[in-house]
């Protein structure tokens, strides 16, 4: 069952959302606010504190780094594994210390939601971009679904920016989509998300994980 204004409210009582600001709530959503921290994909070779090439020697006739065949392969970019579960080659950035982000066009992000969630084990809850969002071009992957449980962290939002002319400027604290919740029965404890989910208790943006 779809809960609706009331009943969101009562959800707010019962901290199964927690940070969430009391005009959020909807007609049948609580709109969800751009937090503190993201992470921006970067190229491999861009890692902060490591330099983008490597340095050789002409005294040590050093040779370069050659591999043609993955060159041919995989082109300019690092290849990785879903099976292994492999991360993106990311840099966190803080947008209460360094300020406003620009997104440019193409680029893609991991943020983060400004509230944090505690979903019992009778309430399910699914992630909607806003659509003023989708008017001037933000994405959001489409893996909003919160199973019953899940309790402790803030929530991952996977944007990309799909405009061709328009970089945007996203700001901590900026309407960035909205939670819908739904109640049913309550799963059994070896079901639940609190017992066998991956991202319990992130405190911040949190990447794939093992």
């Known amino acids: 069952m779809l809960i609706s204004h009331c009943g969101i409210q009562n959800l707010l009582v019962q ?10 709530v909807n007609a049948a959503s609580l709109d969800i606010h751009l937090g503190r921290y993201l992470l921006e994909e970067i190229p491999c070779n861009s ?5 983008p090439y490597r340095v050789i020697s002409l005294s040590q006739r050093d040779p370069l780094t050659m591999r043609k065949a993955d060159l041919e392969k995989n082109g300019p970019y690092r290849v990785i594994s879903l099976s292994q579960r492999d991360p993106l080659t990311m840099r966190k950035v803080d947008l209460e ?4 982000y620009l997104l440019k066009p193409g680029h893609f992000i991991l943020a983060q939601s400004e ?3 505690n979903l019992p084990d009778n309430v399910s809850a699914e ?6 969002m989708a008017r001037i071009a933000i994405d ?5 679904w919160c199973d019953a449980g899940w309790h402790g962290s803030v929530l991952t939002l996977e944007l990309v920016n799909n405009s061709r002319h328009h970089a945007i400027v996203l700001t901590q604290g900026d309407g960035i989509g909205q939670m819908i919740f739904f109640q049913h029965e309550p799963v ?11 991202y319990n ?4 943006t949190q990447g794939i994980r093992e």
């Open 140 to 144: 959001h992957a489409n893996a909003g």
């Open 97 to 100: 210390k360094n300020g406003p």
């Open 47 to 51: 890692i902060e504190g490591i330099p």
């Open 127 to 132: 992630y909607k971009l806003k659509s003023s």
């Open 188 to 198: 059994p404890a070896h079901a639940s998300y609190a017992t066998k989910g991956r």
């Open 115 to 117: 509230e944090m969630f």
């Open 15 to 24: 901290g199964v959302v927690v940070g969430a600001r009391p005009e959020a």
């Open 201 to 204: 208790g992130d405190k911040s």
